[in-house]
């Protein structure tokens, strides 16, 4: 069965100081990850996704196959990135399962 | 680019009525439209799958008397709550997913259904 898990679900931190969001997920086939960010008041949007390895308001995530996660990190967290924060797995018809969700709060 | 709407945003009814929510792709074409349910500080859940011109697919437990959902054109899905009752009190969010290779979904911002 798949599964995402997201250990923590409230993550405070200090303004410039990193940040890493844990996800694991267990999926038989060859899964397709994403991050998915939701400001105060708006709506879900997609912040990452593993396959276009790319940077997005300077959060990262690798897909490690071997340990099964793909967390998010952020070597300065800034108090725009106080949100709610989503890890969902793609299945091959894409159905999104979403892990429990990680409210950050960056302090100033 | 890419944006989903909800209408309406909150509605209120009485127990055993029916509430009708549209999810409509405004500048894209959707073939597959998804229905999720969020209950307070909880995660979303998908709830089903809807395919253009084809029948829902619903998840387990999810069940389908209850939750009509008709997606008629390639621009409009819609999720029928029928005869309400308060447990289906929830946010209702819906995405939509482009006709295209990219396996990407944009959300809608959500209904708030309250039912007394």
Known sequence: ?108 | GAVVSQHPSRVICKSGTSVKIECRSLDFQATTMFWYRQFPKQSLMLMATSNEGSKATYEQGVEKDKFLINHASLTLSTLTVTSAHPEDSSFYICSAKPGSLVNEQFFGPGTRLTVL
């Open chain 1, 1 to 108: 069965a798949q599964r995402v898990t997201q250990p923590e679900k409230l993550l405070s931190v200090f303004k410039g100081a990193p940040v890493e969001l844990k996800c694991n997920y267990s999926y038989s086939g060859s899964p397709e990850l994403f991050w998915y960010v939701q400001y105060s008041r708006q709506r879900l949007q997609l912040l990452l996704r593993h396959i276009s390895r790319e940077s997005i308001k300077g959060f990262t995530a690798d897909l490690n196959k071997g340990e099964t996660s793909f967390h998010l990190k952020k070597p300065f967290a800034q108090e725009e990135d106080s949100a709610m924060y989503y890890c969902a797995l793609s299945d091959s018809w894409g159905k999104l399962q979403f892990g429990a969700g990680t409210q950050v709060v960056v302090t100033p």
